[in-house]
């Protein structure tokens, strides 16, 4: 019987004195496994099971919720699915429960493709891509999006990877996401005022513990270094440290901290515990309602954009 999730591509590189292997998965061209010497970076699942949470899947053509699965184009109100029922919602794209093409392949990296063909909600044909290349350290990972329609279209990306630091305990980790603003949030968790983070809880960028920390929030304000990225860490008490890092297209971060992720054991099959997701993402939720961070390709009009991850080793 084939995995729910296609097709596992692994990958390795050894250089130097580390030795850095991925496995990316066919359906939603999702990352489930990233270990540096043995360490765990990721947070994985099953190959037996749906991603949990959508955990390391690509977020496309939109990341997070569109309200009431609602958008207008020219004047027309659009409707998308609602896949997210029980918040009414539109959630994460089009492309969770797709499955990839193989374009290119390598023993550290490999491309895969999709195609997000018109449908209700959304009349556009767009050609997407994501390469994952494997580095010393960790991993870059790169979206490439092409307009096939006869029309400008909306667009957007994000990527849902749950992180760790190793073996060290989730609730001893140092979470700090830099961002200076966050989205005040509905009771079905769509984005309303874009608010400073100082001087209130939600300021993570000095770090917080994440054992404290129940998130499901969107942030802004994401600071670029000088060289184009932002980087945002966890950080475990012995030194070692999982970076994420977005390139300048990225100007968003999701911050994700569910304590019910299926942690199961051959004692404890239905055991759950913490998790937290970092979520590098070029627009906030319900950005194709408020026009945050959309980008609108002409016909023929490509785009790229690339976020990834760096080990630290104490």
């Known amino acids: 019987m084939r995995a729910p999730t296609g097709e596992q591509f692994t990958l390795t590189l050894e250089g130097g004195s580390s030795r850095t292997r991925a496995i990316i998965t066919e359906v939603a061209a999702a990352l489930r496994v990233l270990e540096v010497d043995g360490d765990e970076v990721i947070d994985s699942f099953s190959v037996e099971s749906v991603p949990p949470y959508g955990s390391g899947t690509v977020l496309s053509p939109w990341p997070n919720r569109i309200r009431d699965g609602k958008w207008l184009l020219d004047g027309e109100i659009q409707q998308l699915d609602i896949t997210e029922v029980a918040k009414n919602n539109a959630i994460h794209g089009l492309l969770r429960s797709r499955p990839y093409r193989v374009a290119d392949r390598s023993a550290d990296s490999i491309t895969l493709d999709a195609t997000v063909y018109p449908q209700h909600g959304y009349p556009f044909l767009l050609d997407t891509s994501v390469r994952y290349h494997?580095?010393?350290?960790?991993?870059?990972?790169?979206?490439?999006?092409?307009?096939?329609?006869?029309?400008?279209?909306?667009?957007?990306?994000?990527?849902?990877?749950?992180?760790?630091?190793?073996?060290?305990?989730?609730?001893?980790?140092?979470?700090?996401?830099?961002?200076?603003?966050?989205?005040?949030?509905?009771d079905r968790l769509n984005p309303g005022e874009e608010v400073p983070v100082e001087y209130t809880d939600f300021d993570l960028r000095e770090g917080r513990r994440l054992g404290d920390l129940h998130l499901d929030m969107a942030f802004g304000g994401v600071v670029h270094d000088s060289d184009g990225r932002a980087r945002h860490t966890l950080s475990a008490p012995d030194g070692r440290v999982t970076q994420v890092w977005q390139s300048k297209d990225f100007g968003y971060v999701q911050a994700f901290t569910p304590h019910t992720f299926p942690r199961p054991s051959r004692e404890q099959p239905d055991a759950v515990g913490q998790a937290v997701a970092i979520e590098p993402m070029t627009a906030p939720p319900n950005a194709f309602n408020s026009g945050l961070g959309v980008r609108w390709l002409d016909p023929g009009e490509e785009w790229s954009g690339s976020w990834g991850v760096a080990y630290v080793r104490a």
Do not use: Q, Y
């Open 134 to 186: 494997l580095v010393e350290d960790g991993i870059v990972v790169t979206h490439r999006f092409r307009n096939c329609s006869d029309a400008a279209a909306p667009f957007a990306v994000g990527a849902h990877p749950f992180f760790r630091v190793g073996d060290a305990p989730l609730g001893e980790l140092t979470l700090r996401l830099n961002a200076a603003t966050r989205f005040v949030l509905d």
